[in-house]
Nanobody, 125 residues
């Protein structure tokens, strides 16, 4: 059973930072690819970042240079460090584990994912 629990969301002013955490059950954490997605008001869910089991990472163009995805294998946890936040980053953020697909550039967003319940991020301008 997939178990993902996100935390760390909140409200912040533009230019600020937040760090999201995703605690996974041990079996879930063995996934070969984990990532973060988001869904803003009136928008479709979009991929933000992904990290493969070998540590390689991929990012959406809109967050490159501002967001960093990382993992702590000792805690079965994946993080998303978000800096220089913008109003348009406002969204519900979901942690995901890939069920099927390729965890590589250009492909990861098209995989089949299981998501957690999400954590809200609100950036005020």
């Amino acid at each position: 059973q997939v178990q993902l629990v996100e935390s760390g969301g909140g409200s912040v002013q533009a230019g600020g930072s937040l760090r999201l955490s995703c605690a996974a059950s041990p079996l879930t954490y063995k996934s070969y690819c984990m990532g973060w997605f988001r869904q803003g008001p009136g928008k479709e869910r979009e991929g933000v970042a992904a990290i493969a089991s070998n540590g390689s990472t991929n990012y959406a163009d809109s967050v490159k240079g501002r967001f960093t995805i990382s993992q702590d294998n000792t805690k079965n946890t994946v993080y998303l460090q978000m800096n220089s936040l913008k109003h348009e980053d406002t969204a519900m953020y979901y942690c995901g584990t890939m069920a099927r697909g390729y965890c590589s550039e250009g492909y990861w967003v098209h995989g089949i994912w299981y998501w957690g319940q999400g954590t809200q991020v609100t950036v005020s301008s």
